[in-house]
């Protein structure tokens, strides 16, 4: 079973940044022919797709609120995928979640993705 553990969120202030990591252990197999996927969701609010990377990392792709803000980025021999965020509104509120899918293309959907982590909070203040 692959297993997915989120670190680096916290509290800053607007206007600054934070970098996200996201480290899978598990079945090397089913990692590296997956796609990389970040979510965020705030309090009474659906989760919302911010980022994905292909399984090479030649493709990256954005929501349009965090688009020219946030950048995603994946390191296959750590296993790992992050990101940073910069600029950040106190908007950008959130748990956010690291997830890995099976889908090629621009996946979005919550739907589409197989595995995910625990979730890690970030809280950008005004």
């Known amino acids: 079973q692959v297993q997915l553990v989120e670190s680096g969120g916290g509290l800053v202030q607007a206007g600054g940044s934070l970098r996200l990591s996201c480290a899978a252990s598990g079945p090397t197999t089913s990692r590296n022919s997956m796609g990389w996927g970040w979510f965020r969701q705030a309090p009474g609010k659906e989760r919302e797709f911010v980022g994905g990377i292909s399984k090479t990392g030649g493709n990256t792709y954005y929501g349009d609120s965090v688009k020219g803000r946030f950048t995603i980025s994946r390191d296959n021999a750590k296993n790992s995928v992050y990101l940073q965020m910069n600029i950040l509104k106190p908007e950008d509120t959130a748990v956010y979640y690291c997830?890995?899918?099976?889908?090629?293309?621009?996946?979005?959907?919550?739907?589409?993705?197989?595995?995910w982590g625990q979730g890690t909070q970030v809280t950008v203040s005004s």
């Open positions: 997830a890995l899918t099976h889908y090629f293309g621009r996946p979005q959907e919550p739907t589409q993705y197989t595995y």
